[in-house]
């Protein structure tokens, strides 16, 4: 009897025994599927992030391929550029040995032109005392052209050949407009009259000049003086 009483205890606190365990493992399993729904939502938020991260990553990608073109593009254009520069400085170094050249070809030409210039100051100068031994040679020679006929002397001369003499014997050398302004006479008339007074020897006449000039000469300015004394 005694046995069959502790059986059935035994029965009865295994059988609560295994109550108790199987509210456990309910409340564990119900526990368990809260927890994997939980999980499940953690996982679903977790993959919405993710791919939300994944399309930033895509743009930051899209944007990164963008910038790396532009930087490609940036630096073939810094290339160019100091490919460009680079020219430039070979052109510099070819202008500075050009306006080297330039300068040292100006600073000849300035030597050559220095001696030019001395040359041409030199041979003015030679063509000036040529000129003025001409000139000496000259007046000699207009002295001696046309000798003075001593033998007429004044006797053929009239009132107005003498006044002209005598104008050019106390003034000095004239043309032939300055007598005519003097002697009141026609164009025609004076330019025969100073033509008369040369051609008898009365006169020297400078041709290189227009109009031509006459002054008296010596021989006649000394014949004049003594007429007058």
């Known amino acids: 009897m005694w046995e069959a009483i502790f059986l059935a205890c035994v029965s009865g606190a295994m059988l609560g025994i295994a109550i108790h365990y199987y509210n456990q493992i309910r409340k564990l399993h119900k526990e368990y599927e809260q927890a994997k729904e939980l999980v499940q939502d953690i996982i679903i938020s977790f993959n919405k992030q993710l ?8 743009l ?13 593009d940036i630096y073939k254009s810094v290339k ?28 000849m030409l300035e030597a050559k032109i ?27 020679a207009i002295k001696t052209v046309i000798p003075i006929k001593r033998e007429k002397a004044l006797a053929p001369l009239n009132h107005t050949e003498l006044e002209v003499l005598k104008i050019l014997a106390e003034e000095g050398e004239k043309s032939a407009p300055q007598i005519r302004a003097r002697i009141n ?39 004049l003086k003594k007429v007058e004394t």
């Open 51 to 58: 791919q939300g991260q994944s399309e930033k990553l895509g």
């Open 60 to 72: 930051v990608a899209y944007k990164t391929e963008i910038a790396i073109s532009k930087a490609d």
């Open 80 to 107: 160019n550029n100091m490919k460009l520069i680079e020219e430039l400085q070979n052109n510099e170094d070819k202008y500075h040995n050009l306006e080297h050249k330039v300068m040292s070809q100006l600073e």
């Open 114 to 140: 220095r001696d030019i210039r001395k040359s041409q100051d030199d041979l003015v100068k030679k063509v000036s005392e040529i000129k003025e031994r001409e000139e000496i040679s000259v007046e000699s």
């Open 185 to 223: 006479l026609s164009r025609e008339h004076t330019a025969r009259l100073m033509k008369k007074l040369y051609e008898e020897g009365y006169l020297e006449r400078d041709t290189r000049k227009i109009p031509y000039t006459y002054k008296i000469k010596e021989e006649m300015r000394s014949l």
